[in-house]
């Protein structure tokens, strides 16, 4: 579990950037934090993994301490980047790979990274040098990277924002597969349809947490996306509209999938009720 309590935060010479922030995140659950430019998210996405220092307040992962146990929390947490090409080393896919995790032995190294490779559909790519693949490819290695060194947590950092759209779709199913395997995700966006794919979105706004929202309240609390300039995100919307038109579904999850499902079985109740 992840705790962030009485967190505040300024950089040298800045004013306040974060402000009395306050969240948990459970085992297994994707959060994700919206918010506008500057509102904090990639400072807070920092300070959790470990690699802004933390001066006030506390964040504790599994009650490691982000301020103390600094080489565990390391471990723990994989932090991918909005551009992949700032966070590449090397040119050989492989070698990249292999770079942290230089203490193992040969076997669980090449082990460590078929699996990783597979787990973000890029393992038939393991022979290729990475300036030959799309960024979209290229981020997927970067999560592919991360998940080499057996994180139990994962912060992705606008990991979609420069991706194309069919990229952007490989990595939204990363995501939720990620989840199924028992992964804790923390997914800063910047787009919001990508709110869809948590359990939880927090609202950062100037440096505050000013709104959580559960998936299953987000129906009925749009609004407060809304009220902080986060666009509504596509399905939603078209759910949203479908509600104030008196056409109210269950809607198990935000997928194109389940949507199509909810309105089949509302047609057939109302084919059967004729
Ligand atoms: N290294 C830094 N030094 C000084 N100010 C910074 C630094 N990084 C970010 N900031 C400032 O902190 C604020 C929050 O930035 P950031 O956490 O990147 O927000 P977001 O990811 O939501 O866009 C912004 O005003 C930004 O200019
Ligand atoms: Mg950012």
């Known amino acids: ?12 010479n800045s004013d306040s950037v974060l402000k009395n922030i306050n969240f948990t995140v ?43 146990d600094i080489k565990t929390i390391r471990e ?27 203490n193992l032995d040969t076997a ?3 082990n460590r990274i078929t699996t990783s490779l597979k787990q973000v559909d890029m393992y038939e790519f393991k022979d290729k040098d990475l ?31 420069m991706i194309d759209s069919y990229g952007k779709e490989k990595i ?14 923390i997914c800063i966006t910047n787009l919001s349809d990508e709110i869809l794919l948590a359990d939880r979105t927090l609202i950062l706004d100037n440096g505050e947490v000013v709104a959580e929202i559960k998936k299953e309240e987000l129906i009925d609390k749009y609004t407060i996306l809304e009220k902080y300039g986060i666009k509504i995100p596509t399905l939603l919307s078209i759910i949203i509209k479908l509600k104030a038109e008196g056409i109210s579904m269950n809607i198990k999850d935000f ?16 084919r059967k009720s004729i």
Do not use: C, W
């Not at 992840?2 to 040298?12: L, M, Q, T």
């Not at 459970?26 to 993994?49: C, F, M, P, Q, W």
């Not at 932090?79 to 230089?102: A, G, T």
């Open 26 to 68: 459970n085992d297994g659950e994707i959060i994700s934090i919206v918010g506008k430019n500057g509102s904090g998210k990639s400072t807070l996405g920092r300070l959790i993994a470990g690699i802004t220092k933390l001066k006030k307040g506390s964040i504790t992962i599994d009650d490691m301490s982000t301020s103390k």
């Open 108 to 110: 669980e190294i090449e």
């Open 131 to 161: 300036y030959t693949l799309s960024l979209g490819q290229k981020q997927r290695i970067m999560i592919a990277e991360i998940l080499a060194k057996n994180p139990k947590y994962i912060i992705l950092d606008e990991p979609t924002t």
């Open 1 to 12: 579990m992840i705790k962030v309590e009485n967190v505040y935060f300024k950089y040298k």
């Open 76 to 102: 723990k947490v994989g932090i991918v980047f909005q551009n992949p090409e700032n966070q590449i080393i090397f040119n050989n896919i492989y070698d990249e790979l292999s770079f942290s995790l230089k």
């Open 172 to 185: 939204h199913d990363i995501i939720l597969d990620l989840k199924q395997k028992g992964y804790t995700i």
């Open 255 to 270: 997928s194109v999938t389940s949507l199509t499902t909810a309105i089949k079985e509302k047609l057939e109740t109302e």
